[in-house]
């Protein structure tokens, strides 16, 4: 167990819909990151958090948005939902920005269908 | 800038073969190196890391050691199990993360 959980498991939706994607970090971990992962793309980041900043932003679609809460938990809005996102959406966390040895913990996804 | 490239896979072994996964990086200036694994309808979970050059990282009879003359770090296991069929993924870390694209192995019986 990571200690990194990630809500719902699974979700189901049409296409134009919007959806939100919920991440808490363990315990202590400052910073949180978003990847989708899809099978023709891989491992794909989208967006980092620290302390409820944005820290750093990757392949991450305009439809796309997150914020990072006072209490450390993130949230991930999809809105206009196009088929072409479904995938497994993953949280990690970590320590922290100054230290480049912290390692990423990830949650076990969730797994978005857009029918 | 920084990246990580990893040999393509999949990759199918017998059981008790020997297991080499390739992993190099290009990177500015002095990054971590991790390996994690995914098994089926998990996230990515650590598997080893080496934060400076020599250092091996091991786990669970696997190992990787940061080359910084070669700029890689392969994971090698000497007698793979069936339970180690996974996805398997490099990453550094320069204050950044890059993953590779993730190497799939598959151990038959």
């Known amino acids: 167990d990571s200690g990194v959980t990630q809500t719902p498991k699974h979700l189901i939706t049409a296409t134009g819909q919007r959806v939100t994607l919920r991440c808490s970090p363990r315990?202590?971990?400052?910073?949180v990151y978003w990847y989708q992962q899809s099978l023709d793309q891989g491992l794909q980041f989208l967006i980092q958090?620290?302390?409820?900043?944005?820290?750093a932003k990757g392949n991450i679609l305009e439809r796309f948005s997150a914020q990072q809460f006072p209490d450390l938990h993130s949230e991930l809005n999809l809105s206009s939902l196009e088929l072409g996102d479904s995938a497994l959406y993953f949280c990690a966390s970590s320590v922290g920005v100054l230290l480049n040895n912290s390692p990423l913990h990830f949650g076990n996804g969730t797994r978005l269908t857009v029918t | 800038g920084d990246s990580v490239t990893q040999m393509e896979g999949p990759v199918t072994l017998s059981e008790e073969a020997f297991l080499t996964i390739n992993c190099t990086y290009t990177a500015t200036g002095y990054p971590s190196l991790f390996w994690y694994v995914q098994y089926p309808g998990e996230g990515l979970q650590l598997l080893l890391k080496?934060?400076?050059?020599?250092d091996k990282g091991s786990n669970k009879g696997f190992e990787a050691t940061y080359r910084k003359e070669t700029t890689s770090f392969h994971l090698e296991k000497g007698s793979v199990q069936v339970s180690d069929s996974a996805v398997y993924f490099c990453a550094l870390s320069d204050y950044q993360f890059y993953f590779g694209t993730g190497t799939s192995l598959t151990v038959i019986p």
């Open positions: 080496a934060t400076k050059a020599d």
């Open positions: 958090y620290y302390n409820g900043e944005e820290r």
């Open positions: 315990s202590g971990d400052l910073s």
